[in-house]
């Protein structure tokens, strides 16, 4: 069936550094979103990719959406503790409108 | 931005007995919401999608029997875990989008341990 999934699981970086999380569907995408979890907290939309290669920047985080539409990255500039949680991509699950499938998510933590 | 509730925020009960979790959309209206399930450390797991006046749809492998799902009207989404099993413990998340939107608004999620 349809997979998204995503690398790495785990990121433990200390602030300053960059991060970035990989997301790669078994199928290709109309579209692409992108979620933060924070601990114990519930998932909250960043933004939505529609376009193949598109790349979108919401200041210290850049998204980019493959050419296949069947890949996506987030990457985030010079960590700051703020930036902890889980992040999710997720796309649209078969053409059933709203249905989404998410990535395994890739948790960041942030070493001040 | 538009906003989800739920309730409770957590629940214990006894294995056996039925839970009712309510989810609401407080300031738009929602023909769709869906239900997901989430076990630490773990992904959001599409349970089922909640349609306005019609039954609900389930994803493969969720039992219908036994997460009753109602959506009596444009605001309220209702999930009933009925005859709960430990196996059934985890944090359960609903979310709607607002019209003609993509985004989806997710409700602060209600955990539930059953005993």
């Known amino acids: 069936g349809q997979q998204v999934m995503q690398i790495p699981q785990y990121q433990h970086v200390q602030e300053g550094e960059d991060f970035t999380t990989y997301c790669n569907s078994s199928?290709?995408?109309?579209?692409i979103q992108w979620y933060k979890q924070r601990p114990g907290g519930h998932p909250v939309f960043l933004i939505q990719?529609?376009?193949?290669?598109e790349v979108k920047k919401q200041k210290r985080l850049t998204f980019q959406f493959g050419e296949a539409k069947k890949n996506s990255s987030l990457h985030i500039t010079a960590t700051q503790t703020t930036d902890v949680g889980t992040y999710f991509c997720?796309?649209?699950?078969?053409?059933?409108?709203?249905?989404?499938?998410f990535g395994q998510g890739t948790e960041l933590s942030v070493k001040p | 931005g538009a906003v989800v509730s739920q309730h409770p925020s957590w629940v214990i009960c006894k294995s056996g007995t039925s839970v009712k979790i309510e989810c609401r959309s407080l300031?738009?209206?929602?023909?769709?919401m869906f239900w997901y399930r989430q076990f630490p450390k773990q992904s959001l797991m599409l349970m089922a999608t909640?349609?306005?006046?019609?039954?609900?749809?389930?994803e493969q492998g969720v039992e219908k029997d036994k997460f009753l799902i109602n959506h009596a009207s444009l605001t309220l989404s209702t999930l009933t875990v009925t005859s709960a099993h430990p196996e059934d413990s985890s944090f359960y998340i609903c979310?709607?989008?607002?019209?003609?939107?993509?985004?989806?608004?997710f409700g602060p999620g209600t955990r539930l341990t059953v005993t």
């Open positions: 909640s349609n306005e006046g019609s039954k609900a749809t389930y």
């Open positions: 997720a796309g649209p699950l078969g053409n059933q409108g709203g249905k989404l499938i």
């Open positions: 300031d738009f209206q929602a023909t769709t």
């Open positions: 199928t290709t995408l109309s579209n």
């Open positions: 990719l529609v376009k193949s290669g």
């Open positions: 979310s709607a989008s607002t019209p003609g939107s993509y985004e989806q608004y």
